[in-house]
């Protein structure tokens, strides 16, 4: 059963840091392409990033571009985001995401990241 | 990028009822378009994948077709577990997009 199970959200002040994880399970995560996608209270979804299976490329949202940093260790079928220079308007629910097929797959159930002082 | 807009942003259906939901994009995508349904307080589960591709476990009631700039999610008989949120998203080009949602209410 593929499971992908992020960690790492929590409250934040404006201009802060968090770094969110992503650990998968019940595929072979080095064979794919990874996301990130958020979803603003009560807001549709918005795609922030994403990575390839060898992090030789690397796509962002213009909107963290130069805050956000997305990364994987295979050895530890992981994914990562960091996220710097915190906003207000960064808060939501952030997914990640495996890809198949130009289409994300598999969600994780999401962890929730508050930016507020 | 490329603007995904959905129609309607919401319904109000029966059970039984046949649902159709459209979406446009602001430039052609081909196929690279996908479906999406959102239940509250939950993941997004893919339905449909390259316009009109069933994923693996959906239910046949789920079906999508177009090409180019306009495509549509038709559920033919609407049962009481399909009353969600649905998008549409593009993957012919980054940024990927997503349509604004529209939400299927219980009439």
């Known amino acids: 059963e593929v499971q992908l199970v992020e960690s790492g959200g929590g409250l934040v002040q404006p201009g802060g840091s968090l770094r969110l994880s992503c650990a998968a399970s019940?595929?072979?995560?080095?064979?794919?392409?990874m996301s990130w996608v958020r979803q603003a209270p009560g807001k549709g979804l918005e795609w922030v990033a994403n990575v390839n299976q060898d992090e030789s490329e690397k796509y962002s949202v213009d909107s963290v571009k130069g805050r956000f940093t997305v990364s994987r260790d295979n050895a530890k079928n992981s994914l990562f985001l960091q996220m710097n220079s915190l906003r207000a308007e960064d808060t939501a629910v952030y997914y990640c995401a495996s890809h198949e097929n130009y289409a994300f797959d598999f969600w994780g159930q999401g962890t929730l990241v508050t930016v507020s002082s | 990028d490329i603007q995904m807009t959905q129609s309607p942003s919401s319904l109000s259906a029966s059970v039984g009822d046949r649902v159709t939901i459209t979406c446009r994009a602001s430039q052609s995508i081909s196929s690279y378009l996908n479906w999406y349904q959102q239940k509250p307080g939950k993941a997004p589960k893919l339905l449909i994948y390259?316009?009109?591709s069933l994923q693996s476990g959906v239910p046949s009631r789920f079906s999508a077709s177009g090409s180019g700039t306009d495509f549509t999610l038709t559920i033919s008989s609407l049962q009481p577990e399909d009353f969600a949120t649905y998008y549409c998203q593009q993957s012919y080009s980054n940024p990927w997009t997503f349509g604004q949602g529209t939400k299927v209410e219980i009439k």
């Open positions: 019940g595929f072979t995560f080095s064979r794919h392409w």
């Open positions: 390259a316009a009109s």
